[in-house]
């Protein structure tokens, strides 16, 4: 029988950080500036203020790594500030796809013309068509063909099932998953319960049959489980219908919008339920795995989902964090714990990639290093 192993991962990290404070500095900016225009207008509640101390407490964010900081930390603007591409240029996300997809396929020992299926998953893509994904093969010279798909925070691991499950039906020897996110992008920054939720990054994964994949470090994919459940406690309206509508481009929900304690209160049963249910269909259970990487969107998040699966709370080797410097990077984020976090496993070391977010949607991969 065949099996997919994974090979090879890479990840783009943008050019700028912004921690904390600057952060705060520039939303307190605006709220001062926004008061006095509410003040002058006879609104009499005032906007309150952030600061470090809250975005701590509320996520485990220091930092974010972004592809502009500039933009974001103008006060009279607090957005990425992006050059806009020619259609001869490539995409700012075909870019940032190209450095991951690269290291992927240096550390599987691939060459991108053995590729067969490329697939761009991510939470936003910056245009609907031609994909990016088949931009992105075409400039690596990879072959077979390409799609992009999108299903929020899980992007990353329902490609993994996708690339995984046409692996083991023998239709392709080698997949590679690329997660471009600029979260920065669709993120509310005069809003104070989310200005400080996202980063940008890029990364990716090879994948490969058993029968042909020739890297030392090999982690096989014993089994992935999906699921989703429709919310609308994470939600993003913004749409090719805005201009047939009226719809103001401009407006909040255009960009992400959030109950965060709903969210958290439904996400982490689910996502806890999904992961223990998935190892039983194993005939595992929590203490057989070495490491969780999960999903870095909140760190009180990841601490109970852990606990659930575990059954103890999880030392910082068992679930490691990496949303404290990269901030919540969409689907991209379980990808960078698992890249940062892996290498130092044992032959026959059990792990978890888990991703979850709007949709809802879950996924989980089980994987042992070879």
Known sequence: MTHAVITG?????????IDNADLV??????????????????????????????IVKASGIHSRYVMDAEGILDPER?????????????????????????????????????????????????????????????????GGYAF??????????????????AIRAGSIRRALVVNPEICSAHLNFRDR???????????????????????????EIL?????TRFSNAIRNNAGFLDRVTDSDPLATDRLFVQEGRRVFKEVCPLVAALITDHLASLELAGDDLARLWLHQANRHMNDLIARRVLGHAPDAEQAPIILDRYANTSSAGSIIAFHL??????????????????????????VRRQ
């Open 9 to 17: 991962t890479g990840l783009f990290t943008p050019p700028h950080a």
């Open 25 to 54: 500095a520039s939303f307190n900016a605006w709220v001062d500036a926004e008061n006095a225009r509410r003040a002058e207008a006879g609104v009499e509640e005032p906007l309150a203020h952030s600061s470090s101390d809250f």
């Open 78 to 142: 607090m957005r990425p500030r992006l050059s806009p591409r020619g259609n001869d240029e490539p995409s700012i996300q075909c870019e940032m796809g190209l450095t991951a997809a690269h290291q992927a396929l240096d550390a599987a020992g691939v060459a991108a013309g053995d590729i067969d299926l490329v697939i761009v998953a991510c939470s936003n893509l910056e245009r609907p068509y031609p994909a990016v994904a088949v931009e992105l093969q075409a400039a690596l010279g990879a």
């Open 148 to 165: 992009d798909m999108n299903v929020a925070c899980s992007s990353a691991t329902f490609a993994i099932e996708t690339a995984a499950n």
């Open 193 to 219: 319960d989310s200005h400080f939720i996202f980063g940008d990054a890029c990364t990716a994964l090879v994948l490969e049959s058993d029968e042909v994949a020739s890297a030392e470090s090999r982690f």
């Open 223 to 227: 089994g992935t489980r999906l699921t």
């Open 341 to 366: 976090h892996r290498h130092d496993l044992s032959p026959g070391a059990l792990g978890v990639v888990c991703s979850f977010g709007a949709g809802y949607s879950a996924g989980s991969v089980v």
